[in-house]
């Protein structure tokens, strides 16, 4: 069936260092990802996405992976700071299943100082 | 630029009561979904319309449960009769397109006693 999922729930890093969140995923049919950062007491904000012919993409600090040979995606950041301490979450979409995303667990990550 | 905006932010009542809450979504999005956070279960979204028509109500829960769109500017989500295990955090997310990603509101927290 159907399913995202995170492979760690927490990860706790040292400000300054980069951090990598990873995330699978089983449909293969999937055209379009997205990762999202949830702080507490907001909605998911987006931070960046990758479609499915591509394998990299990079913004500000952050750099998405693709892999679609094993189904996993990666969400990089470059000295993570204290302001980065959220909850993470991937999500796909099948592009004939009208804009449907499908949540990921979501990862929570903790920037120590 | 207006983001996503729900009301109201919180919401305490008593099991019984009719609970409806509100979107307005991005000047322009022609998707509008409306998603369920718990602890237990993340985020599963209940329902989605474009240019205002429900397309998948299959995540509602129950006929408690119902969503309407009379517009493009508004969207309501009603539960009658409330029930403590409706207890959650409901988000209201918008899109331009199916290939576009969504953005949500800041969420309204629902708690049924």
């Known amino acids: 069936g159907e399913s995202v999922g995170l492979h760690l729930p927490t990860l706790s890093v040292q400000e300054g260092d980069n951090s990598i969140i990873n995330c699978a995923y089983s449909n293969s049919a999937s055209d379009y990802f997205i990762w999202y950062k949830q702080e507490s007491g907001k909605g998911p904000q987006f931070i960046i996405d990758?479609?499915?012919?591509?394998d990299k993409r990079q913004g500000q600090r952050v750099t998405v992976l693709l892999n679609k040979t094993v189904k996993h995606l990666s969400l990089q950041i470059a000295a993570t700071q204290p302001g980065d301490s959220a909850v993470y979450f991937c999500?796909?979409?099948?592009?004939?299943?009208?804009?449907?995303?499908?949540f990921g667990q979501g990862t929570e990550l903790s920037v120590k100082p | 630029d207006a983001g996503v905006i729900q009301s109201p932010r919180h919401e305490v009542t008593e099991m019984g009561q009719e609970v409806t809450l509100r979107c307005k979504p991005i000047s322009g999005h022609n998707s509008l979904f409306w998603y369920r956070q718990t602890m237990m279960r993340g985020l599963e979204l209940l329902i989605y319309?474009?240019?205002?028509?429900?397309?998948?109500d299959s995540g509602m829960p129950e006929d408690r449960f119902s969503a309407k769109m009379p517009n493009a500017s508004f969207s309501t989500l009603k539960i009658q009769p409330s029930e403590p295990r409706d207890s959650a955090v409901y988000f209201c997310?918008?899109?331009?397109?199916?290939?576009?990603?969504?953005?949500f509101g800041d969420g309204t927290r629902l708690s049924i006693l």
């Open positions: 997310a918008t899109s331009g397109q199916s290939n576009q990603p969504q953005h």
């Open positions: 999500a796909e979409i099948i592009y004939n299943q009208g804009g449907k995303l499908i």
């Open positions: 990758i479609r499915s012919n591509m």
């Open positions: 319309f474009n240019n205002n028509v429900p397309i998948d």
